[in-house]
């Protein structure tokens, strides 16, 4: 069974950090891409950041980018969101995720709550 599970959310003012990890299981880690999702409150899902199999290629949704950063350790299976300079839109449910067509992903974690506010 294909298990992802994401930690590290909580509450946070405007401009500080969290970094988030996602640990999984059940598949072969090292051979997938991996994905962060969010969901903002009332808003639809929207694609964070995108990480190769081998680490070595990203990609970032446009209000991410300078400010997040996506990494992987294959040998521990986990995925990690650096998430510096926070805003109060960043506020959201955040999902790890794999095999993600736009945002249609086959397998998402439970998700992590990540809310900034003053």
């Known amino acids: 069974e294909v298990l992802l599970v994401e930690s590290g959310g909580g509450l946070v003012q405007p401009g500080g950090s969290l970094r988030l990890s996602c640990e999984a299981s059940?598949?072969?880690?090292?051979?997938?891409?991996m994905y962060w999702v969010r969901q903002a409150p009332g808003k639809g899902l929207e694609r964070v950041a995108d990480?190769?199999?081998?680490?070595?290629?990203?990609y970032y949704e446009d209000s991410a980018k300078g400010r997040f950063t996506i990494s992987r350790n294959n040998s521990k299976n986990t995925l990690y969101l650096q998430m510096n300079s926070l805003k109060l839109e960043d506020t959201g449910v955040y999902y790890c995720?794999?095999?993600?067509?736009?945002?249609?992903?086959?397998?998402r974690g439970q998700g992590t709550l990540v809310t900034v506010s003053s």
């Open positions: 990480i190769s199999d081998g680490g070595t290629i990203t």
């Open positions: 059940g598949f072969t880690f090292s051979s997938f891409w």
């Open positions: 995720a794999i095999q993600c067509m736009g945002t249609n992903c086959t397998v």
